[in-house]
């Protein structure tokens, strides 16, 4: 069973589906974009779908706190 995140009330997020991050501090509101793949059904089964999912508030600033604590080195 994956570890979901609890972005608030109605929004949990799958860590391992996120492919990308870009922090917006300069916008008003502050805001991160998350791109993840998610599963869609398709007739054919399923297919990976991207998906951006626009955080600000709270929500933003959990998702800064996790990635931030679990950065690598920044020269691999």
């Known amino acids: 069973m994956p570890q979901f995140w609890k972005l608030d009330a109605l929004q949990w ?12 501090p300069q916008l008003e509101p502050p805001m991160l974009r998350v791109k993840m793949l ?3 059904p398709t007739v054919q089964g399923s297919a ?3 998906y951006t999912l626009a955080l ?3 929500a933003r600033d959990k998702v800064l706190a996790y990635l931030a604590s679990n950065t690598v080195p ?3």
């Open 74 to 76: 920044e020269v691999l």
């Open 56 to 58: 600000t508030g709270e």
């Open 48 to 50: 990976e779908e991207p």
């Open 13 to 24: 997020i799958n860590p391992a589906h996120i492919v990308h991050v870009e922090d917006a």
């Open 38 to 40: 998610t599963l869609e």
